[in-house]
């Protein structure tokens, strides 16, 4: 069993910066993708990006110039940089972790999520 701990959010005007942590307890799979997902008011969830066990990244291309994703697997943390925010990005974010313990099939796990607030 997993647990993912997101840490970061926070209210902040648009251009500014945020950066969020993922941090995991338990074991992680050695084939693993681990990444972001929003929902926004009123919305349906999306992926923001992802980074999987051989640090191969991918990001909604709203996102791409703007936000990086980086991984400190030593301890089991995922970083989530956002950088020129905007209104749009006002969000849950919620952490993902999909351990492919018997690939394909995979277990998943969702952190508690953190709300981030871009506005004026």
Known sequence: QVQLVESGGGLVQPGESLRLSCVASGTISDIYTMGWFRRAPGKERELVGFINHRGYIEYKNSVKGRFTITKDMA??????????????????????????DAYPSYNEYWGQGTQVTVSS
């Open 75 to 100: 301890e089991n943390t995922i970083l989530l940089q956002m950088n020129d925010l905007k209104p749009e990005d006002t969000a849950v974010y919620y952490c993902n972790l999909k351990n492919y």
